[in-house]
């Protein structure tokens, strides 16, 4: 009786059962699953990228920073020094003296620790 029935390309719809069904449900949910995940890593992607452009600022600050051309124990002490009396020659005192001398005008000249470390190596590199 099948014998005059040629396969069309609508034959599968007759072999759409509750079996294939099932599987075109699963499917249909896999692909759901599959578009919730591109758009939380699309999510993801934009919360990285802001982050890390913030990253990029901090970073460039420090890049900036480390291409400041610092001043020389040398200079600071020409600037320092001066501002209240003549800056002292290097050769006025010895090294245990200016030790003294770094911690007691650092003080009075509100140096930071790195810039009285500085002054203090060159005066006591010139005495
Ligand atoms: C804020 C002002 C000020 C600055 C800046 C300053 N000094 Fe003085 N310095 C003084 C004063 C005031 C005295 C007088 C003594 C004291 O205060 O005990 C003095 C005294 C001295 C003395 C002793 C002089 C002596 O004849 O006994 C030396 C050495 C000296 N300073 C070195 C320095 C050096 C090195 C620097 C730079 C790091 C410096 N000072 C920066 C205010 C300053």
Redesign the pocket.
């Known amino acids: 009786m099948m014998e005059g029935v040629q396969p069309t390309a609508f034959s599968f719809i007759g072999q759409l059962d509750s079996n294939n069904l099932e599987k075109l449900k699963i499917m249909t949910t896999i692909y759901k699953i599959f578009i919730a995940g591109l758009v939380l890593l699309f999510v993801g992607v934009m919360i990285t990228s802001c982050t890390s452009t913030k990253d990029t600022y901090a970073n460039a600050t420090e890049v900036e920073d480390e291409f400041k051309i610092e001043k020389s124990g040398a200079q600071m002490?020409g600037e320092?020094?001066n501002?209240?009396?003549l800056?002292?020659s290097p050769a006025d005192?010895n090294d245990t003296d200016w030790t003294t001398?770094s911690l007691?005008?650092r003080v009075?000249?509100n140096?930071t620790e790195k810039e009285?470390t500085k002054?203090e190596t060159f005066?006591k590199s010139a005495n």
């Open positions: 002490w320092a020094c501002r209240c009396h800056a002292p005192y001398i007691h005008m009075r000249a140096l009285i002054i005066l």
